[in-house]
């Protein structure tokens, strides 16, 4: 694969803040905020619909879980995404929430999404549209089309343990890796054999936390040892 001008092999996952302000009050697309709806309510970029469900998209029944069909269904047709809707996902958390947003669309079949690059701080610090005004769109139909190539389950993930065809990538943060910050867990420590990158590493500092170019990022992954011919798990 080619890289775009702005560094990026797939910069078609990626929505520019000039493509988006440019799309505001095109029907075909709708804005996600993915911060809670509390922080959506103060302010959120013009048009946007905000979750007024866990920003993760918990299973209500199972919280362990991402939503189940029926459920993911319902909160897409909801926010009026249709099967051609482009979705543009953001966040309020450097990437984190928009980005699970982004998985679960895919893990649903609905491959036209995209994740603001650089996320509300970049939109707010270069100045374009916000509003507080909460948009009602027209309710859609939503078909999910589950993917399950997109998820490692838990056999599967435990079986390859000791592989040295398979990279298992943690992405926590460094207290995380190491055992100092449970997160509330009652087992703490890191998968065996696993290498650790923390997922800040791939984003531009604040206020712009758009992605590091493709060059940039290749790079931190060749030096943690995580290379194309490995198989990678990320968690």
Not at 89 to 97: C, E, F, L, M, N
Not at 98 to 117: F, I, Q, S
Request: aromatic content about 8%; proline content about 8%.
């Amino acid at each position: 694969m080619t890289q775009s001008s702005a560094g990026y092999v797939r910069p078609e996952l990626l929505a520019e803040p000039d493509w988006l302000e440019a799309h505001l009050d095109d029907p075909n697309v709708r804005i996600i905020d993915c911060a809670t709806f509390d922080l959506y309510q103060k302010a959120h970029i013009k048009g946007a619909v905000g979750l007024r469900v866990n920003p993760f998209i918990k299973d209500a029944n199972d919280p362990l879980h991402v939503m189940p069909p029926d459920q993911f269904a319902k909160l897409m047709g909801d926010l009026g995404v249709g099967p051609d809707t482009t979705v543009v996902s953001y966040d309020t958390a450097g990437g984190v929430p928009a980005c699970r947003m982004w998985w679960v669309l895919n893990h649903y079949g609905h491959t036209n999404a995209k994740v603001l690059n650089g996320g509300w701080e970049r939109w707010f610090h270069e100045g374009r549209p916000i509003s507080r005004d909460i948009p009602s769109p027209a309710a859609a139909t939503f078909t999910p089309v589950v993917d399950d190539s997109v998820l490692c389950p838990l056999d599967y993930g435990i079986s390859r343990v000791g592989d040295e065809g398979v990279i298992f990538l943690d992405v926590r943060s460094d207290g995380e890796w190491t055992g100092e910050n449970s997160r509330g867990n009652k087992r703490i420590g890191h998968v065996p054999g696993s290498v650790h990158l923390e997922w800040t590493n791939f984003m531009n500092p604040e206020p712009n936390r758009s992605w590091k170019s493709a060059e940039e990022i290749r790079a931190l992954l060749d030096a943690a040892g995580v290379t194309p011919d490995k198989e990678v798990i990320t968690y």
